[in-house]
Structure formats: structure tokens, C-alpha cells
């Protein structure tokens, strides 16, 4: 399974981005899509998940701000971003977790997307 992000940037402290995700392949169906973050020297980070039935998780640091929503139709994820601080500057993967077939698991990563907020 293939995950493809886009959105991204360069935007100033206080403004807004949007990532989005979208899956492709062998789907039989995605238990959780979600981004995750990753700051120059520092490990990777949840910053939001969402199951198929629209719960949700996310990280204490951008509740709030950032809404992760879901189009279980066209297995797409989108990370609304707002009032963005320069601490929230760090390459964006996209995370799917699901099922090829009634037997076969998958977990998928995308390529990555650099978001950078200046002060």
C-alpha cells in the first residue's frame, strides 16, 4: 500500500497549513491513518490519528490547533494545521495501518512532507 502526502511549507508563526494523504493498492480496509512528525534530532512523534469509526488521538502539543480528519471512501487523511509555532517545524509522514486481504496486515508510511514555521 502506497501512501502519497502534499501540502507543506514555509509559513510564518500563527498561520495554517494543510497536509493531506491519500492511499492506494491492495486495500481491504485501514484500521488508523494519522501524521506523524519528526524535529531535527529528535525521534519521531505522534501528532494525530484517526480510527475508521472517527476516533481520535493527539498529541497534547497541538490539540487545539491541528484537526485530523478522514474520508474513509477515498482513503484520504487531511492535518488542518493552525496557529502554527515555530516548535511545530519538522518533516510530516503520513501513517496508515490496515489490512491487504482478510489475512494479511500492512502499516504504510509516506515519503514525508517538510513543514517549517519562522518566527
Known amino acids: 500500500v502506497q501512501l502519497q502526502a502534499s501540502g507543506g511549507g514555509l509559513v510564518q508563526a500563527g498561520g495554517s497549513l494543510r497536509l493531506s494523504c491519500a492511499a492506494s493498492g491492495p486495500i481491504f480496509s485501514i484500521a488508523v491513518m494519522g501524521w506523524y512528525r519528526q524535529a531535527p534530532g529528535k525521534q519521531r512523534e505522534l501528532v494525530a490519528g484517526?480510527?475508521?469509526?472517527?476516533?481520535?488521538d493527539s498529541a497534547n502539543s497541538v490539540k487545539g490547533r491541528f484537526t485530523i480528519s478522514r474520508d474513509n471512501t477515498k482513503n484520504t487523511v487531511t492535518l488542518q494545521m493552525n496557529s502554527l509555532k515555530p516548535e511545530d517545524t519538522g518533516v510530516y509522514y503520513c501513517n496508515a495501518l490496515g489490512k491487504t486481504s482478510w489475512s494479511s496486515d500492512f502499516t504504510s508510511w509516506g515519503q514525508g512532507t517538510q513543514v517549517t514555521v519562522s518566527s
Open positions: 484517526i480510527t475508521t469509526g472517527g476516533s481520535i
